[in-house]
C-alpha cells in the first residue's frame, strides 16, 4: 500500500463560517514551506436565493506584498483578478459541496479571502482547508 499519511499536511485556513449581511471571516495566509504543491478545499453549505454574492479570492507572495493568482499558477479554474469561485446572488443551491482547486504557482504565501456583496440574510456556510503536498523532508516510502 502506498503512504499518503506521511506526504501531506492539512492546514485549516478557514475554520467553517457562517457568511452573511456583510460578515466575512478575515483572510487567511498559509505558509508553503517545505511543500511543493497545494490543493485549495471550499465546504459549501447551503444555500437559498436570498443570499448575496460570496467570492473566494486567491492570491500569493514570496514575502508581504500579495498578487492574485493568475491561470498559471491554478489547476481546476480560470481566476478572474484572482477570483477562484463566485457563488452567485440569484442561484438557489439546495445542496452542499465541496470544491478543489490546485495551486502550482511556485510562491511561499498563499492568502485567501472570502468576499460578500449583497444582502445575505440567511448566509452560507463557508470552510476552506488547504492541503499541502510533496513535501521536501518526509520518511521514506516503505
Known sequence: MKDLYNHIEFVQAIKPVLVLDDTVPAAATVDLAGFNSAVIELSV????????TITLKAEHSDATSFAAVAAADM?????AEGVIYTIDADSDDSTSRIVKFGYVGGKRYLK?????????????????????????????IS
Do not use: F, R, W, Y
Not at 453549505?45 to 448575496?52: E, H, M, P, V, Y
Not at 468576499?115 to 482547508?129: D, F, K, M, R, Y
Open 112 to 140: 485567501l479571502t472570502i468576499a460578500e456583496v449583497g444582502g445575505n440574510a440567511s448566509g452560507v456556510i463557508l470552510g476552506v482547508t488547504v492541503v499541502k503536498g510533496h513535501g521536501l523532508d518526509v520518511p521514506p
Open 45 to 52: 453549505g447551503l444555500k437559498s436565493a436570498d443570499a448575496g
Open 75 to 79: 489547476q481546476g479554474v480560470t481566476p
